[in-house]
Nanobody
């Protein structure tokens, strides 16, 4: 059974930093891609960053150069992190970690398609305001 639990959200002023973490129990899907998505009030969920089992990362244009996704280990129990620097008000939203799988195999994540994520955590709120 896959379980994802995010924490680390909070309120920060523009220009500030936060680090989010996601405690992941992945069972047989430990080598699957993992990602961070976010959703602002009244907007669709959007992809932020992806990391694959080899450590290759992909970022949305809006966060490239400011956010860093990382994972401590490719194992059934691991922690996914998102270091967020130089935050601005447009970064406000609920942040979710996710993992992609299809049936009993890994699937490919797409930052443009939240439906590519098979499992979500409950989310952690990030608010950027002066």
């Amino acid at each position: 059974q896959v379980r994802l639990t995010e924490n680390g959200g909070g309120s920060v002023q523009p220009g500030g930093s936060l680090t989010l973490s996601c405690a992941a129990s992945l069972g047989p899907f430990s080598r699957c891609q993992m990602a961070w998505f976010r959703q602002a009030p009244g907007k669709k969920r959007e992809g932020v960053a992806i990391i694959d089992r080899d450590g290759k990362t992909t970022y949305s244009e809006s966060v490239k150069g400011r956010f860093t996704i990382s994972r401590d280990t490719v194992s059934a129990e691991s922690t996914l992190s998102l270091q967020m620097n130089n935050l601005n008000t447009e970064d406000t939203g609920m942040y979710y970690c996710g993992v992609a799988r299809k049936y009993f195999a890994c699937a490919v994540l797409d930052l443009r398609d939240p439906a590519s994520v098979a499992h979500w955590g409950q989310g952690t709120q990030v608010t950027v305001a002066s």
